[in-house]
């Protein structure tokens, strides 16, 4: 998702992936999993089957390790902003973890161009040597509202084309 912070100076944007569910409503739906899983191997424990129970518990644990990685990974922030003298990108989960400061007047955002048209372009601001990822959980939406904000904002956007080596899908 894009959305726009309250900035005195420039433009400030809060990139972050696309979160289906709370952590709450995640809580629930395992539950319910459990719920489920726990009558279904509770009427095979009965019936004599009671080997099918430790895997219903290791299924359990696999589902909810996802759950649990899958929500970690959707508390990722960034956060960028374009004022009239730098570009500066802020990355972390809950606290700001890392920060780039780029000169605006240098700084380029590259988009590499994906052959399929349902894959996003991979974004990387770029100064001189220094090439930083950005956005790269954002969907196909997602990342042409925020190629179409900078550009409106004046940043200089270096769309490549796919190169003829790879793959089809990728």
């Known amino acids: ?3 726009h912070l309250e900035c005195e100076k420039g433009l400030r944007l809060l990139l972050t992936p696309n979160q289906s569910l709370s952590w709450r409503g995640n809580v629930q739906v395992w539950l319910a999993l459990f719920t489920v ?3 279904i191997a509770t009427g095979m424990a009965l019936a ?3 080997v099918v129970m430790p895997f219903a518990g290791l299924e359990l644990i696999a589902v909810a ?3 649990y990685y899958t929500a970690q990974a959707c508390q990722t922030r ?3 902003s374009v004022d009239t003298d730098c570009l500066t990108l802020e990355k ?3 606290v700001k973890q890392a920060e780039w400061t780029l000169p605006r007047r240098y700084a380029r955002v590259r988009a590499n161009m994906p052959r399929h048209p349902f894959t996003p372009p991979k974004l990387f601001l770029t100064y001189r040597e220094q090439i930083i990822p950005l956005g790269a959980f954002l969907n ?3 990342t042409q509202i925020l190629l179409r904000i900078l550009e409106g904002k004046g940043v200089d956007i270096d769309r490549r084309a796919p190169e003829s080596n790879i793959g089809f899908w990728y």
């Open 37 to 39: 899983s726990l009558v």
């Open 48 to 50: 004599g089957a009671w």
């Open 92 to 94: 972390g989960r809950r």
């Open 140 to 142: 196909v939406e997602d």
């Open 78 to 80: 960034e956060i960028l």
């Open 1 to 3: 998702m894009v959305e």
């Open 65 to 67: 390790a996802g759950i």
